[in-house]
């Protein structure tokens, strides 16, 4: 079965650092890959996507996510947090497989961010 | 345009009782769906609809049921409330059913069963 493993509970990190938070997959072929961000109370954002091509890519927030297919690894980054970004993030794997489209979670990495 | 909306937000039951979870979408997404998200797991897909009248279950589907008499409404029903099911519920949508299509996600409801 498909997977992803987000291995960071929990990272917190002082406003101004920088910031990546870590993403690993279980798939045959190249999934469709997304990280979305859950704020305090809130539904899950869309923060960006890679489906193919240059695998560095950009999403909102200043957030960008790498994609390393030897390393089955999507991780998000930002060079500069703020405080407003204290959210809960998931990693969530689009695949097609037999069965049809299916898609996976990450159990989620929660940044605490401190002034 | 609202997106996804959710009623209620807050919910507790006693064991045993019934009810239902509104989700109405606004954007004509033809592939809606369920979510439960608890502590430590994630996003687990309760059930999902790849348009109306068709629906199908999830990887969590048991003590829960759903129709989908509209493109706009996926109202998810529990039949008789257990404590297990004390969770935070999403609903999503997106334009059809695919790997690469972005999810858009309500606000959540949260379930609480004593």
């Known amino acids: 079965a498909q997977s992803v493993t987000q291995p960071d509970i929990h990272i917190t990190v002082s406003e101004g650092a920088s910031l990546e938070l870590r993403c690993n997959y279980s798939?045959?072929?190249?999934?469709?890959l997304f990280w979305y961000v859950q704020s305090p109370g809130q539904g899950l954002q869309l923060l960006l996507k890679?489906?193919?091509?240059?695998?560095l890519v950009q999403g909102i927030k200043g957030f960008e996510a790498e994609f390393k297919r030897s390393q089955s690894s999507f991780n998000l980054r930002k060079p500069s947090v703020h405080w407003s970004d204290a959210a809960e993030y998931f990693c969530a794997v689009g695949a097609l497989e037999n069965t049809g489209n299916q898609f996976y979670f990450g159990t989620g990495t929660s940044l605490t961010v401190i002034p | 345009n609202a997106g996804v909306t959710q009623t209620p937000k807050f919910q507790v039951l006693k064991t045993g009782q019934s009810m239902t979870l509104q989700c109405a979408q606004d954007?004509?997404?033809?592939?809606m769906s369920w979510y439960r998200q608890d502590p430590g797991m994630g996003l687990r897909l309760i059930h999902y609809?790849?348009?109306?009248?068709?629906?199908d279950q999830g990887e969590v589907p048991n003590g829960y049921n759903v129709s989908r008499s509209t493109t706009e409404d996926f109202p998810l029903r529990l039949l008789s409330a257990a404590p297990s099911q004390t969770s935070v519920y999403f609903c999503a949508s997106s334009l059809w059913l695919a790997a690469y299509n972005e999810q858009f996600f309500g606000p959540g409801t949260r379930l609480t069963v004593l």
């Open positions: 798939y045959g072929a190249t999934p469709y």
């Open positions: 609809s790849v348009g109306a009248g068709i629906t």
């Open positions: 890679y489906f193919s091509g240059d695998t």
């Open positions: 954007m004509n997404h033809e592939y």
